[in-house]
């Protein structure tokens, strides 16, 4: 089982990205997900998650508005597409699931599968 987080760079402030997560040996349809992000120096916070049933769509107040999760289940990958991005943004991105959405909301730690990161840099 694995997951893969893919579609960081570099970027301008008010420029977009689209990072995805994809998995092997995973339906993602069946699991909720989660991307969470670090800062240097930070602590992992929740940035946005999903549950399986796709009954409800979680955003942190930082980001409501300008990033949108998605799923694409014939490519069993979760989108996560982040718009006017901006300096605080800036952090290694990490995609997670779980099939209990209480261990991806309540939680940046205790989800069964999580993919590697990848570094999203918002700079001028």
């Known amino acids: 089982v694995q997951l893969q987080a893919s579609g960081g760079g570099l970027v301008q402030p008010g420029d977009s990205l689209r990072l995805s997560c994809s998995a092997s040996?995973?339906?993602?349809?069946?699991?909720?997900i989660g991307w969470f992000r670090q800062a240097p120096g930070k602590e992992r916070e929740g940035v946005s998650s999903i549950s399986a049933s796709d009954d409800g769509t979680y955003y942190a107040d930082s980001v409501k508005g300008r990033f949108t999760l998605s799923r694409d289940n014939a490519k069993n990958t979760v989108y996560l597409q982040m718009n006017n991005l901006k300096h605080e943004d800036t952090a290694t991105y990490y995609c997670?699931?779980?099939?209990?959405?209480?261990?991806?909301?309540?939680?940046?730690?205790?989800?069964?599968?999580w993919g590697q990161g990848t570094l999203v840099t918002v700079s001028s």
């Open positions: 997670a699931a779980d099939r209990d959405i209480n261990r991806i909301y309540y939680s940046t730690t205790l989800a069964s599968y």
């Open positions: 040996g995973l339906a993602l349809d069946r699991y909720a």
